[in-house]
């Protein structure tokens, strides 16, 4: 039991740095030696646990399909309920969105490390049907939270539109944004949940 917690402890200590790396050089920082240095382990560590670069690839997909899943805004039927009754967005939801997008804009690292997987997805058709599992992963957990007649549609735009937000604020971040950045997850979310509009 002791030897599988290690085991587990180093294999999350060697994904956390290829994100780290991934943020910081990108994709071609990204090597088994770099790797090790980062994560201050000994050479052929991440050959042991992963076999090739391909694999803690996948192993950092699957981690980022967990931080994205807890990042998750739960919205209650009753919250959404109340708004579509009283025709406007309730407190608690205004809250809800302005801590998951602190929450997002807390980590740039780790945003900057996932639109690095995304790039190099785009040109490796190997490696596609994992994104596309990892992604539909966040969908599914997203779509838990949104009622209404097509929730996997709607969880997919507002997904997208958080993705442009962060994309957006990682290249030239602006206040404005910033402020903005919740009202604009709201009237994502009103048109798919026919919410009133939070402008």
Same mark, same amino acid.
């Given at each position: 039991?002791?030897?599988?917690?290690?085991? +587990?402890?180093?294999?999350r200590?060697?994904?956390e *740095? #290829? @994100?780290?790396?991934? =943020? %910081?050089?990108?994709?071609?920082?990204?090597t088994?030696?770099?790797?090790?240095?980062?994560?201050?382990?000994?050479?052929?560590?991440?050959?042991?646990?992963?076999?090739?670069?391909?694999?803690?690839?996948?192993?950092?997909?699957?981690?980022?399909?967990?931080? +994205?899943?807890?990042?998750?805004?739960?919205?209650? *039927? #009753? @919250?959404i309920?109340? =708004? %579509?009754?009283?025709?406007?967005?309730?407190?608690?939801?205004?809250?809800?969105?302005?801590?998951?997008?602190?929450?997002?804009?807390?980590?740039?690292e780790y945003?900057?490390a996932?639109f690095?997987?995304?790039?190099?997805v785009?040109?490796?058709?190997?490696?596609?049907?994992?994104?596309?599992?990892?992604?539909?992963?966040? @969908?599914?957990?997203?779509a838990?939270?949104?009622?209404?007649?097509?929730?996997?549609a709607?969880?997919?735009?507002?997904?997208?539109?958080?993705d442009?937000?962060?994309?957006?604020?990682?290249?030239?971040?602006?206040?404005?944004?910033?402020?903005m950045?919740?009202?604009?997850?709201?009237?994502?979310?009103?048109?798919?949940l026919?919410?009133?509009d939070p402008?």
């Amino acid at each position: 039991m002791a030897q599988h917690h290690k085991s +587990e402890v180093v294999r999350r200590s060697l994904i956390e *740095a #290829a @994100v780290s790396l991934l =943020a %910081q050089e990108g994709m071609r920082g990204l090597t088994h030696r770099k790797i090790e240095e980062s994560a201050g382990v000994s050479q052929g560590t991440v050959k042991y646990h992963f076999g090739t670069l391909d694999g803690i690839v996948q192993a950092v997909l699957k981690y980022m399909v967990r931080v +994205e899943s807890a990042n998750v805004m739960q919205v209650s *039927a #009753a @919250v959404i309920r109340k =708004a %579509q009754v009283e025709g406007t967005i309730p407190a608690e939801l205004w809250a809800q969105a302005s801590q998951t997008y602190s929450a997002l804009m807390q980590q740039p690292e780790y945003s900057l490390a996932r639109f690095e997987l995304v790039l190099h997805v785009a040109r490796h058709p190997e490696l596609q049907t994992i994104m596309r599992e990892a992604r539909d992963e966040v @969908v599914r957990t997203t779509a838990e939270s949104l009622p209404g007649a097509n929730p996997e549609a709607s969880a997919r735009m507002v997904l997208a539109l958080m993705d442009g937000i962060l994309l957006h604020q990682l290249s030239a971040r602006e206040p404005l944004v910033d402020t903005m950045a919740p009202a604009y997850m709201l009237a994502s979310a009103s048109v798919a949940l026919q919410l009133p509009d939070p402008r």
